[in-house]
């Protein structure tokens, strides 16, 4: 198992990203979760295994159809035992 901490910047916010991501997740197998930030950024914590977080990060980096992504950081993060399945938080 392998997590990752993404971001997404672009036009991302309002658009539905967050929604469309907590269900691309759910359809690839993954845990983790989804918040917009203040920045006006996407944030998203996905861990599972290789290949599915693998798509995960793929799929965040078109988004769904009305979003404009234009740069997605990727970085490793330490897996999270108690995340179990993926869903939306709050903004940060």
Known sequence: MIARRIKV???VQGVGFRH?????????GVAG?????AD???????????????????WC????????VTAVEVAEAPVDA????????PTA
């Open 9 to 11: 910047s672009g036009r």
């Open 20 to 28: 469309a991501t907590v269900g691309a997740a759910q359809s690839f």
């Open 33 to 37: 979760w989804v918040r917009n930030r």
């Open 40 to 58: 006006g950024a996407v944030e998203i914590f996905v861990q599972g295994d290789a290949d599915a977080v693998a798509r995960a990060v793929d």
């Open 61 to 68: 980096r078109r988004g769904p159809p009305a979003a404009r």
């Open 82 to 89: 108690g995340c179990a399945a993926f869903g939306a938080r």
